[in-house]
């Protein structure tokens, strides 16, 4: 058990990111499940965030209370702007969520009760494993339920027409609205979590780069399931730390093995149909 | 008004800027009964079907269903009222199968609750199966019932069409729109269609195409409008469309005088 102690006080906070992240990538999964390429889930993450570490600190709420407080606030946040902003499709969709989290970035920098630029000190370390484990079995149970029902056939059918879709008698708009504001609850979700453990938070962890991270986590695995997300969010921050003996060079062949993964699987790693015909195809050839 | 008539179309105008398109169309499609719709190339036969499905807004007139209005509702309203519709280059959804395709037509006859659907209950489960079976009839309805787990992109150009219809009858509809439905199709595929077309209007719904094979049209349909330039030159049963001499003039053009 003493390698497990030395592992556990290496690796838990690395351990719990993955967990953090594979949110983070369902969460973005769940927005373009309807077709709907938005950036904005860095900043519900740090809405999430910094509502629940506040809410600990300073109000004392219990745990479960701070957890759903995270959650419900930036989905209430998408709720508002989604009216708005899910008007706009593809590029222009990216580019408007991409304005809002740095709006939300700015205020929160500018914010007294949020510390400004120095960040949120001292979150007490709450988060254990099994809360990530539970919330994270939860969500994907969710959202298997979901993506066999009308309701996922309906975000499939928006992804690929939306015209056909409208058509078929699905209420378009709702639906959008219902994929962002579900995605931007999973994703406060996960930054309460991630305040948590991680002690300090700060308003540079939710901009720009945050939010093609978790888009690149969603791109890396696949969206064609949900296995393919937190594949990508697990590689995506294990790698990093495997190639720790680069040094210098580390930043260099992460990017590089992102490139090769999009140029020869654009469908990400996890793709069920390619992977099966791959192996239909050798078996075809030993016959 | 006559209550027989499903579909009233009644002085409608539609313009793009300067561009008339519409001007003055009316006609009715009675219930259980083939409409047709006929016209040289950009007469404006599919803007016809893009204002009754509330893709567009008419410009002037109206457009009465059963009765009541269409005008001002949503395109997904107007599919609830009972019209649906297939699309002159096929929108089926391409990375789903068959039998996913056609659910996605029963969206507003499935009548579970979020809650239902989390704890996955027997009432959720039950109208999931029912949708599931339902799918598979009207997939055999087209024959296409022995591909139900295909995904779509892989039929061919004529089981897309097939699909398609499937997938417009799933929304249970009273006016079933058709847009070119036998385009690209070979002989015996139209001959196989027109019986389903007729199969179709035998169990109650109501059928409005747009066709440009005349054949076709001139033996399936009870009525047809001819459009041209925006304009409906001529109305009637198919012998009356077909000795009008207008109607001969816009498709042959105009004999010189001699």
Request: net charge neutral.
């Amino acid at each position: 058990m003493e390698w497990f102690n030395d592992f556990w006080s290496t690796y838990s906070t690395l351990v719990f990111t993955v967990g953090v992240h594979a949110l983070l990538a369902l969460s973005i999964w769940l927005t373009l499940s309807c077709g709907l390429l938005s950036l904005a889930n860095a900043a519900f993450m740090g809405v999430g965030a910094y509502v629940a570490a506040l809410l600990t600190v300073n109000l004392e709420w219990s745990f479960p209370a701070v957890l759903l407080a995270g959650a419900v606030t930036p989905a209430l946040v998408a709720l508002l702007i989604g009216a708005p902003v899910l008007r706009l499709s593809g590029v222009y969709l990216a580019m408007a969520t991409l304005a809002f989290g740095e709006v939300v970035r700015i205020t929160i920098l500018n914010l007294e009760i949020t510390g400004g630029p120095e960040g949120l000190n001292g979150i007490p370390l709450i988060t254990e494993g099994w809360h990530i484990v539970l919330i994270l079995a939860v969500t994907i149970y969710s959202l298997a339920r979901l993506r066999r029902s009308k309701i996922g056939r309906a975000f499939e059918a928006i992804k690929e027409d939306e015209i056909a879709a409208r058509l078929m008698g699905i209420n378009v708009d709702r639906y959008k609205l219902l994929a962002f504001t579900l995605g931007a609850f999973i994703a406060g979700l996960a930054g309460a979590l991630n305040a948590h453990f991680t002690f300090f938070i700060s308003p540079r962890e939710y901009g720009f780069e945050n939010a093609v991270d978790i888009l690149t986590m969603a791109v890396l695995g696949g969206t064609t399931t949900l296995i393919g997300p937190m594949l990508g969010g697990t590689i995506l921050t294990l790698l990093p730390e495997l190639l720790r003996s680069l040094h210098d060079f580390r930043s260099l062949v992460n990017g590089a093995v992102l490139i090769l993964v999009v140029l020869f699987l654009p469908k990400g790693i996890w793709e069920p149909r390619r992977i099966r015909a791959f192996f239909g195809r050798n078996k075809g050839d030993q016959a | 008004m006559s209550a027989a008539n499903l579909l009233s179309i009644r002085h409608v105008g539609k313009h793009f800027g300067g561009l008339h398109v519409l001007q003055d169309v009316s006609f009715e499609v009675p219930a259980g009964s083939i409409y047709g719709l006929i016209g040289p190339n950009g007469a404006g036969k599919t803007t016809v079907f893009n204002l009754i499905t509330g893709l567009l807004t008419p410009s002037a007139g109206s457009i009465d269903f059963q009765g009541a209005s269409l005008i001002g509702q949503q395109a997904h309203q107007i599919t609830h009222r009972g019209i649906a519709r297939t699309f002159q280059n096929i929108r089926i959804f391409k990375e789903m199968d068959l039998l996913e395709n056609v659910m996605v037509g029963m969206h507003e006859h499935l009548n579970y609750g979020p809650l239902a659907l989390l704890l996955n209950s027997g009432a959720c489960r039950a109208a999931e199966k029912r949708a599931r079976e339902r799918a598979l009839e009207l997939l055999s309805w087209v024959g296409l019932d022995h591909k139900a787990d295909m995904l779509a992109d892989n039929l061919s150009y004529g089981d897309q069409r097939k699909l398609e219809f499937a997938r417009a009858l799933a929304t249970e509809p009273k006016l079933l729109l058709l847009d070119e439905p036998v385009a690209g199709m070979n002989p015996s595929e139209k001959t196989i269609l027109m019986e389903e077309i007729n199969n179709i209007r035998n169990r109650g719904y109501g059928v409005f195409m747009i066709e440009h094979d005349m054949r076709f049209v001139m033996g399936l349909c009870d009525r047809i409008a001819v459009l041209n330039f925006g304009r409906i030159i001529a109305e009637g049963t198919p012998d009356e469309v077909r000795n009008n001499p207008e109607v001969i003039e816009a498709y042959l053009g105009k004999e010189d005088a001699a």
